[in-house]
């Protein structure tokens, strides 16, 4: 089976660089899809609270036959549920919802700039890791502001900020900020949706190495470094999407696919978004 690489966290957890996201699956679809992600080998889960899914992938991680320490599933803090005792309320009903023991990765969702305090927030979450039951705690959509501020407030360092990433949105200055603080960092939307997929640039890679858009933008986040976690529904997509380790891009490649960056967004930018409004 395909050996994926391993990322180092800053507190010496490993995390599978390549995992599987399920955003906007709805519930009913969600155990058949993490089944076949998990049949597949893929062994890294990105679920949310937000997702309301949490439950079917805790179901999928215990009929899928593995050993619990062999997958990594990662969830992330609602947005209404900021306040302390609210996060830690919101921090057990996950627990108890995916039912799988502990969760890997827990993250604050978005900063929410406009409302509540996520420094009070972030060391609720250093409560929850010295608590045991969370393996790693990181936070999503923190831009270098928010980050200056919550390691100039805190204890732990975050081990991971999940950030959209891919080719028209690159990143540059955010993930070079993650790394100087040991933060590793995690594209989302990694096709923008299928956005990017018929760009000529990437078609003609892919048309000379033989592989798919979707293999070759995947591939492109892999050799850069960060831990990426495409979301399909499609069983054929699910497998091109782990089938990324038999081939290798130039450098002249990953510098073609790197300039095609437009800082175009799918998503919230994180310093407007306000979902009180
Ligand atoms: N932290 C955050 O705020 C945040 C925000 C957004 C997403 N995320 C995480 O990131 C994960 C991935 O992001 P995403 O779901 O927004 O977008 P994505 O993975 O970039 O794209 C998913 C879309 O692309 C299609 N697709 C997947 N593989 C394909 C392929 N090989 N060829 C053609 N089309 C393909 C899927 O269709 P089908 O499903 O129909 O096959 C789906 O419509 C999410 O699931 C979630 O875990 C986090």
């Given at each position: 089976m395909t050996e994926v690489p391993s990322i180092s966290l800053n507190n010496g957890v490993g995390i599978p660089q390549l995992g599987f996201g399920v955003f906007q699956i709805p519930p009913e679809d969600t155990r058949a899809a993490v089944l076949t992600a998990l049949e597949t080998g893929y062994r890294h889960i990105d679920t949310a609270q937000?997702?309301?899914?949490e439950r079917e992938v805790g179901q999928a991680v215990r009929d899928?036959?593995?050993?619990?320490?062999?997958i990594f599933v990662t969830s992330k803090l609602d947005n209404?549920?900021?306040e302390p005792e609210a996060a830690q309320r919101a921090f057990r009903r996950t627990l108890e919802t995916l039912d799988?023991?502990?969760?890997d990765a827990f993250l604050i969702?978005?900063?929410?700039p406009k409302i509540g305090d996520f420094v009070e927030t972030w060391h609720a979450m250093e409560e929850m890791y010295r608590s045991g039951d969370v393996n790693v705690i990181g936070v999503s959509n923190f831009q270098p502001h928010h980050l200056r501020r919550l390691l100039d407030n805190s204890t732990i360092v975050p081990a991971l900020n999940q950030i959209e990433i891919h080719p028209y949105l690159t990143q540059d200055e955010l993930r070079a900020f993650d790394a100087e603080h040991e933060i590793a960092t995690q594209a989302w939307s990694p096709i923008a949706q299928g956005a990017v997929l018929g760009d000529p640039v990437i078609t003609s890679i892919a048309e000379r190495l033989g592989k798919t858009p979707a293999q070759v933008t995947l591939r492109w986040h892999i050799d850069r470094g960060d831990i990426v976690f495409p979301k399909s529904v499609t069983p054929a997509r699910v497998k091109e999407n782990f089938d990324l380790f038999d081939f290798a891009l130039s450098e002249d490649d990953i510098a073609q696919i790197s300039a095609l960056?437009?800082?175009?967004?799918r998503g919230f930018d994180p310093d407007t978004f306000n979902p009180s409004s």
């Amino acid at each position: 089976m395909t050996e994926v690489p391993s990322i180092s966290l800053n507190n010496g957890v490993g995390i599978p660089q390549l995992g599987f996201g399920v955003f906007q699956i709805p519930p009913e679809d969600t155990r058949a899809a993490v089944l076949t992600a998990l049949e597949t080998g893929y062994r890294h889960i990105d679920t949310a609270q937000m997702y309301g899914n949490e439950r079917e992938v805790g179901q999928a991680v215990r009929d899928s036959g593995l050993d619990r320490t062999e997958i990594f599933v990662t969830s992330k803090l609602d947005n209404d549920a900021h306040e302390p005792e609210a996060a830690q309320r919101a921090f057990r009903r996950t627990l108890e919802t995916l039912d799988i023991g502990h969760v890997d990765a827990f993250l604050i969702h978005w900063p929410l700039p406009k409302i509540g305090d996520f420094v009070e927030t972030w060391h609720a979450m250093e409560e929850m890791y010295r608590s045991g039951d969370v393996n790693v705690i990181g936070v999503s959509n923190f831009q270098p502001h928010h980050l200056r501020r919550l390691l100039d407030n805190s204890t732990i360092v975050p081990a991971l900020n999940q950030i959209e990433i891919h080719p028209y949105l690159t990143q540059d200055e955010l993930r070079a900020f993650d790394a100087e603080h040991e933060i590793a960092t995690q594209a989302w939307s990694p096709i923008a949706q299928g956005a990017v997929l018929g760009d000529p640039v990437i078609t003609s890679i892919a048309e000379r190495l033989g592989k798919t858009p979707a293999q070759v933008t995947l591939r492109w986040h892999i050799d850069r470094g960060d831990i990426v976690f495409p979301k399909s529904v499609t069983p054929a997509r699910v497998k091109e999407n782990f089938d990324l380790f038999d081939f290798a891009l130039s450098e002249d490649d990953i510098a073609q696919i790197s300039a095609l960056n437009r800082n175009e967004r799918r998503g919230f930018d994180p310093d407007t978004f306000n979902p009180s409004s």
